[in-house]
């Protein structure tokens, strides 16, 4: 076992974090007190090599790894979680494109995604069904030289502004496929974009799709048997949620170490307070062990083993242990916990 990052990989690590500090910090408000997505940082996310981390140079990759996927979701969420969701949905298509698609698709949809000239959105989930995919009722129907897509997607990160979707949809035998829908086709439109608790500014909207027409070269990986695709695509979707969630853990401990020793109470910082050791000493605690399982699976996903079970162990610890992380958090800035002044409110 070695547990250490390589120099590749720390090397990476250090320029995101630069990146993520002095670009994503001043844009802060726009996304999370004005609901706005910051198009600004769009092209400097391509220039980092961003948008698709772990895929070949030849298709606009930056040629790294799923480690360093997962580093650079970890370094953007400490200072802007929402950001790092945006970079997740160009991870997350490339890799469909990638795994799946003809060399004519990846050179059309791959490179443009990484250099930022082309943004895919990835959509599957709908009005009636989330957890569910199987049933999905989005309908691709077969009309001699392409299909006919009609349906609704629901909570669509990215739909306002998306180039295109990678729609899942079931064809005339019931079976899942995927396509490539173009969002300026006849039938096409989108609703308002969501106003939410947190995540703010990713641009999530409903995708509306009235008998869609597309050609059949925009099936992404053949007709049929895509559960397992998105499946796949969800274990990715996963592992960088898992590392955004370990971001938002060390902002809120660096937050409430910073504020505990600056609080005075009776002539003493409260970082002093037993209490308060007790309330940092769990959320170091949740972090690290949430940190670890991330980087296991992300590393186990560089070997190429099957992380089904992996992903999810750590999506469903690093979620639930953030909840539990930001909440102490707020609890060492007792009332100033929930003042739009800190960062452990937006945290
Ligand atoms: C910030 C954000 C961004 C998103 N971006 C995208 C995107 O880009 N593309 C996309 O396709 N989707 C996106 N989604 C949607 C997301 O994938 C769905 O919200 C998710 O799949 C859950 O579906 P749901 O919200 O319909 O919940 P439901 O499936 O309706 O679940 C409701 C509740 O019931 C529980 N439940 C459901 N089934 C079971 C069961 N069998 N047993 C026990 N409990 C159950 C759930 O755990 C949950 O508590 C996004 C969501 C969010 C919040």
Redesign the pocket.
């Known amino acids: 076992m070695d547990f250490n990052l390589t120099e590749q990989q720390e090397m990476f690590q250090r320029q995101v974090r630069r990146f993520a500090e002095n670009e994503l910090t001043p844009v802060v408000d726009i996304m999370d007190k004005e609901n706005n997505y910051p198009f600004e940082i769009r092209p400097k996310l391509a220039a980092m090599n961003l948008l698709g981390i772990p895929f070949d140079p030849k298709y606009g990759g930056a040629g790294a790894d799923h480690v360093c996927l997962v580093l650079a979701m970890e370094e953007v969420a400490k200072v802007l979680a929402p950001m790092a ?1 945006s970079m997740q ?1 160009g991870n997350v298509t490339c890799d469909r494109f990638n795994k799946l698609g003809t060399e004519k698709q990846k050179q059309e949809y791959m490179i443009p995604i990484c250099e930022n000239k082309k943004v895919v ?5 709908e009005p009636d ?4 995919p199987k049933m999905i009722t989005t309908r691709a129907k077969w009309i001699g030289d392409g299909y006919v897509i009609s349906g609704t ?1 629901r ?3 990215h739909g306002t502004f998306a180039h295109a979707s990678l729609i899942f949809a079931k064809d005339d035998d019931g079976d899942i496929s995927l396509f490539i829908v173009e969002t300026d086709r006849p039938g096409f439109s989108i609703d308002k974009k969501m106003d939410k608790l947190g ?1 703010r500014g ?1 641009e ?1 909207c409903d995708l509306i799709m009235e008998d869609v027409k597309i050609p059949e070269e925009n099936v992404l990986g053949g007709k049929g048997g895509k559960f397992d695709a998105l499946k796949d695509a969800m274990t990715i979707g996963k592992m960088c949620l898992s590392a955004q969630c370990v971001g938002l853990m060390q902002a809120s401990l660096d937050e409430a170490i910073k504020y505990s020793m600056h609080r005075m109470h009776f002539d003493e910082p409260i970082f002093d307070l037993q209490a308060i050791h007790w309330l940092l000493a769990e959320m170091a605690c949740g972090l690290e062990a949430a940190r670890w399982l991330t980087y296991r699976a992300a590393f186990l996903k560089d070997q190429e083993i099957n992380t089904l079970k992996d992903m999810a162990i750590a999506k469903l610890f690093a979620t639930q242990t953030a909840v539990d992380v930001c909440r102490w958090g707020m609890q060492v800035h007792g009332a100033y916990g929930i003042s739009k002044e800190y960062k452990i409110e937006r945290l």
Do not use: D, E
């Open positions: 969701i949905v959105c990835f959509a599957f989930t069904t989330g957890s569910n997607k909570f669509i990160t995540l990713t999530l």
